[in-house]
């Protein structure tokens, strides 16, 4: 089955940078979404942006200044830049896939999603 694994988390300084990658194996279908969700301590899982195999992607409205999802030519990894970087963006930060659209409705609910990277945990010191 397919398999996604989360890197690039870490500690950042307030006001810095720093990518994710989600790396993505066994896949077999055509038509998916890849989104990033985020979870703070006591928190819900909190939806950042997907992108299609289409590449048409979708931002939670808080996120779109500062964070932004690519995919590369190969379309193994999905990558999330994140800028600026504040300190309420603490969290463990998940890739996840979905295999049923349509992509652009409910892409910011976690439950539409099949599988799950293991995360990878981003902190930032002011």
């Known amino acids: 089955q397919v398999q996604l694994v989360e890197s690039g988390g870490g500690p950042v300084d307030s006001g810095g940078s720093l990518r994710l990658s989600c790396m993505i194996s066994?896949?077999?279908?055509?038509?998916?979404?890849i989104a990033w969700f985020r979870q703070a301590p006591g928190q819900g899982r909190e939806a950042i942006s997907t992108?299609?195999?289409?590449?048409?992607?979708y931002y939670a409205n808080s996120m779109k200044d500062r964070f932004t999802i690519s995919r590369d030519a190969a379309k193994t990894t999905v990558n999330l830049e994140m800028e600026s970087l504040k300190p309420e963006d603490p969290a463990v930060y998940y890739c996840?896939?979905?295999?049923?659209?349509?992509?652009?409705?409910?892409?910011?609910?976690?439950?539409?999603?099949?599988?799950w990277g293991q995360g990878t945990q981003v902190t930032v010191s002011s």
């Open positions: 066994d896949l077999r279908a055509d038509n998916y979404a």
């Open positions: 996840a896939i979905r295999f049923h659209g349509p992509y652009g409705l409910d892409w910011d609910k976690w439950t539409k999603y099949d599988y």
């Open positions: 992108i299609t195999n289409a590449d048409i992607s």
